[in-house]
């Protein structure tokens, strides 16, 4: 009885994290709804947002960041489902090679978009130091997840990646957090959308590194 419950509840987990892509997605639909709907502006289609130079005057690094964010959010959602790991010529290995050049695209044109465009009223001087920080900790993310993918340490290396996507769809946890101070506060408010945009980079480190140590403690078992 024993050996047959426990391998129910293995059953029951592996349908369990297939609910993980799908969440993962919701989490992120918000930045790439707005992502396509700016697209759709730039290429000349109707104006159903509300026009902004700082990405209409050059915007190669918008629609850079916007593909590359819709792909490193909709594929990389899918990594963390163990059975598309398997073999040697797995979906995990494949995607991978669009993966991590997407996300370096998604923190540098983010890094060129903070530094040289025009900032949004309720953007700050803090504001603009938090976004390189967060910004440059994804990128260093990335080149770290590669060093350890060319030594074979797989598990730091997905450590690292998992730190990477949750950096990358931070967006759509920010657009939930902003709204609180936008209320009480207006949009332009410069300390509150600050500190929203703060807490939504953090709460999506704190969940990468509760699935880190989630994994750790599982091999230690085996």
Do not use: C
Request: hydrophobic share 55%.
């Amino acid at each position: 009885m024993p050996a047959r419950a426990a391998a129910l509840a293995q059953r029951r987990g592996s349908w369990a994290i297939w609910l993980v892509p799908p969440a993962l997605i919701l989490v992120a639909i918000v930045p790439m709804i707005t992502g396509g709907l700016r697209l759709t502006q730039l290429g000349g289609g109707p104006a159903i947002m509300p026009e902004a130079a700082r990405f209409t005057d050059f915007p190669l690094p918008v629609v850079a960041h916007i593909i590359a964010g819709v792909l490193f959010s909709l594929l990389g959602a899918f990594q963390f489902v163990p059975a598309l790991r398997l073999g040697r010529r797995s979906w995990h290995r494949a995607v991978g090679v669009v993966l991590i050049p997407a996300g370096f695209v998604v923190a540098l044109s983010a890094l060129w978009m903070a530094s040289f465009s025009d900032l949004p009223p309720g953007d700050g001087p803090a504001l603009l130091v938090i976004r390189w920080v967060f910004g440059a900790y994804m990128v260093l993310t990335l080149v770290l997840a590669v060093r350890a993918l060319t030594q074979r340490r797989y598990a730091t290396h997905g450590a690292w990646m998992t730190r990477a996507y949750a950096l990358g769809i931070a967006a759509g946890t920010q657009a939930y957090v902003l709204i609180p101070g936008s209320i009480l506060y207006g949009p332009d408010d410069q300390v509150s959308r600050a500190i929203a945009m703060t807490i939504g980079w953090l709460i999506n480190l704190g969940v990468a590194e509760l699935v880190i140590w989630r994994r750790k403690a599982r091999r230690a078992r085996l």
